[in-house]
């Protein structure tokens, strides 16, 4: 088989650096496109050099079209508005999208489902294979434990992160309301100040803390009388999200069109 054409988006990022080093270093693969917004600095630099590898002859480029036209596959942690444009170009071309990106409204959502009836899209709040076996743990716990365990989702990020609670802790949250045969969006408690009264029943908190250059921090509790169950994921690398994308493009390269998560690519069902 021939190698998959990748391209990566937000390539001056730290998220598209890890990319384009994860890329250039694996087998199977190459690397024939590097994007970047409009007015970047980074234009017509090579992407090798970008991420400190030594030239590679792919220069980061702002032409969203002509670098999806050779490739197959997109590998995107972006952000919501330039990855709702690379899915319509994705879309036309029929060619994989892999998004990290996070932080999609409702009708963001909508608009991905509908690009996904074109081409194959792997999207996953948290691209990290740890993570995504931990959100399948999650599930069964709350499965298991049923609603007299309150359920608490604690998540730290780097103080440069732009949206709360994070895409992961979010996709955990999903998988302790599904769990628990819920739905988020009526259980979740995002917040809490003053007299906030007592914790409402069948509740999924999430609790967010930003500082530093952490990469990822994310603890699932479970609370019953007398006792606690931890579930913890800790990232000290973004190699790993930029590993689990790269796993997702190769496993979409001969999927029929659809929209598919991490768990799909790792086999572990719902």
Known sequence: MT??????????????RALIRVVA?????????????????ELGRDAGDLAGLGALGVAVT??????????DGILDFT??????????LAAQARVVHVIGTTGFSADDLQRLSAAARHAVIVRSGNMSLGVNVMAALVEQAARALGPDFDVEIVEMHHRRKVDAPSGTALLLGEAAARGLHVDLSE???????????????????????R???????????FAGAGERLGLSHVAEDRAIFAR????AA???RDRKAGLYSMRDVLGLGG
């Open 25 to 41: 270093e694996a087998k199977g693969v190459s690397l024939v496109g590097a994007l970047a917004r409009a007015g970047s600095p």
């Open 62 to 71: 702002d032409d969203p079209l002509q670098a999806v036209v050779h490739t």
């Open 79 to 88: 952000s919501p508005k330039g990855t709702l444009e690379l899915a319509a």
């Open 211 to 221: 500082g530093g250059t952490v990469v990822g921090e994310h603890s699932v509790i």
């Open 3 to 16: 190698k998959m054409r990748l391209v990566v988006a937000g390539a001056p990022g730290r998220m598209g």
């Open 250 to 252: 190769l496993w979409g």
């Open 187 to 209: 259980k979740a408690v995002r917040a809490r100040d003053g007299h906030t009264g007592p914790r409402p029943e069948g509740a999924i908190g999430f609790a967010t803390l």
């Open 244 to 247: 689990g994308a790269l796993k």
